[in-house]
């Protein structure tokens, strides 16, 4: 759908796709006379429980904290899997003079390289990845997501009773990779007999791989599950549909999608770097700049699920790891 036809649409039953964020104030949040706007291109819903919606919430937190309606302007584009799609959206929001455009998603970058160029006064956001293209309008993104890999790893390895755990990747790249990697150290690190067995089904999107994967593992024997993107709402489906499976996630907490099997998930906090490329924005700054989010910078939080009873060993390892990896004395990655 053109971006144009879209907004059309999205006016029209106004249902949730364009929102409104307060600013500060309306010196410091407004361009002239108009206010501040922002669009965010996503490849997934607003609400998937994963990636998109991590960036939602941050953006609605903002919102919430800011308190008001009349500074800050904010629309989106959603499940623009499709590249050439979403290159198309980017760029028809820059034409359009929004201040900010967040391409949010690590497959958009070329799609910013070669766009910004032509709107040196737009500021281009796009993650996860760290690489600005050297550009003065340009930030980059990401979470050092095998930080809460590392915990989730321990607290997988202290609860599995069958000492199998699943892991359902999308594509062996970026935080997704890490995230897994990470895992499989902190299961290493508890030292208990686990094996780790994963699958990387080659798609962000595919939610009929990711419930074939989790099935393969279950039937293996596996009773603990992570996974990485959007389309790990299938994993969760089959974990519940065999009972007695436990889940960790990330990027969202995921405690809704199954309560009594989500352990923890780890989740990626925005709402920081949001604030901060505002305020960079009115000081005249519009990129050149990378954000890693990290347990250290508040970026990124664990969420236990309360309803399930982590044995108390397994919690005080999991936090002991949070605090080492503050403090830089365990590493997440080997």
């Known amino acids: 759908m053109k971006i144009t036809r879209m907004l059309t649409v999205l006016f029209l039953t106004m249902i949730a796709a364009t929102a409104v964020l307060a600013a500060p104030s309306r010196e410091t949040a407004q361009t002239g006379d108009r206010p501040l706007r922002i669009a965010v291109v996503m490849p997934s819903s607003t609400n998937d429980m994963a990636f998109s919606q991590s960036m939602w919430t941050a953006l609605v937190a903002v919102q919430t904290e800011m308190g008001g309606a009349s500074a800050l302007e904010l629309v989106y584009s959603e499940n623009m899997f499709n590249v050439p799609d979403a290159a198309g959206a980017i760029r028809d929001y820059a034409g359009q003079g929004f201040d900010i455009v967040f391409a949010h998603g690590s497959q958009y970058g070329s799609s910013v390289q070669d766009i910004a160029p032509d709107f040196p006064e ?129 990027q969202a907490d995921q405690t809704d999608l199954a309560p009594e099997l989500v352990v923890a998930s780890q989740i990626y906090d925005w709402t920081g770097m949001v604030r901060e490329i505002i305020a960079n924005h009115e000081a005249g700054t519009l990129g050149g700049q990378s954000y890693v989010l990290t347990f250290a910078n508040d970026g990124l939080k664990m969420a236990f699920n309360p309803a399930i009873s982590i044995p108390a060993e397994a919690k005080a390892a999991a936090e002991a790891a949070i605090e080492g990896i503050k403090t830089g004395s365990i590493r997440a990655l080997p």
């Open 122 to 250: 737009t500021v281009f956001a796009w993650g996860t990845d760290v690489n600005t293209f050297g550009m003065p309008n340009v930030y980059a993104y990401t979470a050092a997501a095998e930080q809460g890999g590392y915990v989730n790893g321990i607290l997988a390895a202290h609860m599995t009773r069958s000492g199998r755990v699943g892991v359902t990747g999308p594509i062996e790249v970026g935080d997704a990779k890490t995230y897994i990697d990470g895992f499989v150290a902190g299961v290493e690190s508890t030292g208990r007999n686990t094996s780790v067995s994963k699958t990387w089904t080659g798609s962000f999107s595919d939610v009929a791989l990711m419930t074939a994967a989790a099935r393969t593992h279950i039937s293996n024997g596996a009773d603990s599950l992570t996974g990485s993107s959007q389309s790990v709402v299938g994993s969760v489906g089959m974990a519940r549909e065999a009972g007695n499976v436990y889940w960790f996630g990330t």
